[in-house]
Every structure is written in C-alpha cells, then in structure tokens.
C-alpha cells in the first residue's frame, strides 16, 4: 500500500548535496518543507528551496522536537551526511540526547537512528524512506562511463561487494578499499572518503573503490551515496575505480560525476 504524503514535510538535513535535491525536488512537487538544518555548508542553498529552515545542532533533541510540535510536522526525511564524530564530543548535547544515547547498547549507525525513529513516534511524526523525493538518482546495473573495467579489476570488485556486505552486517561501514584481492581500508567512524584517502595511500595507485548498501537496508537512513567529493577524493589518490551497489544507491549530480570520471580515466559502475 502506498503512502500518503502530507503536504507539509519535514527535512532533517547534514551535509551535501542530497537533502538540498531532496527540498528542490519536494518544493517542484507543491510540498512545502521545514528543514532544520544540522550542517553548515549547505545552509544558504537550502534556503532557497525550504519554507523555513532552523539551524540546530545534533544533540539538541530538546530543541528539534520543539521545532517539530510546533511546525506541526507529521512526516519527515533524514539526509545528508552527519558525521558520527560527534558522538565523540557530547559536550553540546542535551540531557535528553545523553539519555537517548545512553538506551543504546552500542553506539553504531543502526542503533542510534532506531532510537531516534521510535523517539519520533512518540510525538507523532512518521520517518520516511530517504528516496521517496530523489528515486530518480537511483541507478541500475552497468558501467556508467566511457571506461571499462579489466578482468583483474572485476576481480576486486566481486571480492570488495562480498567483504563490503560482510561489514555491513556488523553495521560497520559499506564502503571498502581493495588492491590485487587485498584490503587496502574498510570504512569505519571515519566515512568513505577518509577511507578512501586511508586505503589508496596504502594501494599507491589504482586502488578499487566498493560501497554497498548494508543487507537488509532500512531506507530511512544511511542510503548509499556518492558525488563529486567522492570521484575527487579518488582521483587525488589515484584510485581508478569505483563501483557501487545497483538500485540501491543514489549518484548525485550524476552527469557530471559521470564527465568527471571520463576525463580522469576512472571507472564507474553499479552491479
């Protein structure tokens, strides 16, 4: 059964690009969004789609519920990215957010975002799958560019997908870094393009870029995605390719990725 999206939609944003397609693409569309915003580098861009937008850190919980009873928001998006250093640093969260946290028997992307989700239930707000406004960024199997991968490459990337998943079901990271069938880096509290720096300082070049959506995704968080920082992030290292999972996973600014790629000889791919 499908479901019915009020008008009026919540955006809780990090950084990136997505959650500012996420607001052009809902306003388009004859939504109206109130985001609060959780990042600043793409504050001034959210504004122009956004109907209001309140800046707030992670950890005022307080806060964001406030915002969210009085705006009177049933339905709401998570996206962007919000680095999980922040968990390192709890000195500007609130008395809830440290009790929240506290409920959590480890601190992994997972189980923090469930309990966030259920928090919200409480009060009313129903959390919405990440692509319900951006499906079309989505991209099937095949290789995206002009330049194919090798043999030995493929080898990689079947075992990187393998050893990418296998991570994802420890909720460890979904990206990995891979070199002539050895791991360079597999991601962790770090993200995927300090992975990538980590890995393919390792590999010294041509390293193999995979990144997966964890197995049994739940698409209210953490779908998978990658852009331009990501392809110049590789290219600075020299990694050449980067494959990702098929129907899954969400290329922002796809053209232009795409022309990145072709013109620094990097591969790019779904399977």
Same mark, same amino acid.
């Given at each position: 059964?499908?479901?019915?999206?009020?008008?009026?939609?919540?955006?809780?944003?990090?950084?990136?690009?997505?959650?500012?397609?996420? @607001?052009?693409?809902?306003?388009?569309?004859?939504? !109206?969004?109130?985001?609060?915003?959780? @990042?600043?580098?793409?504050?001034? =861009?959210?504004?122009?789609?956004?109907?209001?937008?309140?800046?707030?850190?992670?950890? !005022?919980?307080? *806060?964001? =519920?406030?915002?969210?009873?009085?705006?009177?928001?049933?339905?709401?998006?998570?996206?962007?990215?919000?680095?999980?250093?922040?968990?390192?640093?709890? +000195?500007?969260?609130? *008395?809830?957010? %440290?009790?929240?946290?506290?409920? @959590?028997? /480890?601190?992994? &992307?997972?189980?923090?975002?469930?309990? %966030?989700? &259920?928090?919200? $239930?409480?009060?009313?707000?129903?959390?919405? +799958?990440?692509?319900?406004?951006?499906?079309?960024?989505?991209?099937?199997?095949?290789?995206?560019? $002009?330049?194919?991968?090798? $043999? !030995?490459?493929?080898?990689?990337?079947?075992?990187?997908?393998?050893? @990418?998943?296998?991570?994802?079901?420890?909720?460890?990271?979904?990206?990995?870094?891979?070199?002539?069938?050895?791991?360079?880096?597999?991601?962790?509290? =770090?993200?995927?393009?300090?992975?990538?720096?980590?890995?393919?300082?390792?590999?010294?070049?041509?390293?193999?870029?995979?990144?997966?959506?964890?197995?049994?995704?739940?698409?209210?968080? +953490?779908?998978?995605? %990658?852009?331009? /920082?990501?392809? $110049?992030?590789?290219?600075?290292?020299?990694?050449?390719?980067?494959?990702?999972?098929?129907?899954?996973?969400?290329?922002?600014?796809? =053209?232009?990725? %795409?022309?990145?790629?072709?013109?620094?000889?990097?591969?790019?791919?779904?399977?």
């Amino acid at each position: 059964m499908g479901i019915t999206l009020e008008n009026k939609q919540g955006l809780i944003a990090g950084d990136g690009i997505l959650p500012i397609r996420m @607001a052009q693409y809902a306003k388009e569309n004859g939504f !109206e969004v109130v985001c609060i915003s959780l @990042a600043k580098d793409n504050y001034n =861009e959210l504004k122009k789609y956004c109907a209001k937008i309140y800046p707030c850190h992670p950890g !005022e919980i307080n *806060k964001i =519920e406030k915002i969210l009873k009085d705006e009177e928001i049933k339905q709401l998006t998570f996206l962007g990215k919000v680095h999980k250093k922040v968990l390192l640093h709890l +000195d500007k969260f609130d *008395k809830r957010a %440290i009790d929240i946290l506290k409920e @959590a028997v /480890r601190l992994n &992307d997972d189980k923090v975002m469930l309990i %966030i989700v &259920d928090e919200l $239930k409480k009060i009313g707000i129903e959390v919405l +799958d990440q692509t319900i406004f951006i499906k079309n960024l989505m991209i099937p199997a095949g290789v995206l560019g $002009k330049h194919k991968p090798s $043999k !030995e490459q493929m080898e990689d990337v079947n075992y990187g997908f393998w050893l @990418a998943k296998e991570m994802g079901k420890l909720d460890v990271g979904q990206s990995v870094v891979i070199k002539d069938k050895m791991i360079m880096a597999v991601e962790a509290i =770090e993200g995927t393009d300090m992975c990538i720096k980590r890995g393919a300082k390792l590999a010294k070049r041509d390293a193999v870029i995979v990144k997966v959506a964890k197995p049994k995704q739940d698409k209210r968080f +953490d779908i998978p995605a %990658i852009g331009m /920082r990501t392809l $110049k992030t590789m290219n600075a290292k020299h990694a050449n390719l980067i494959a990702v999972e098929a129907n899954e996973t969400i290329i922002v600014d796809q =053209e232009k990725v %795409i022309q990145y790629a072709d013109n620094h000889g990097i591969v790019i791919m779904a399977v």
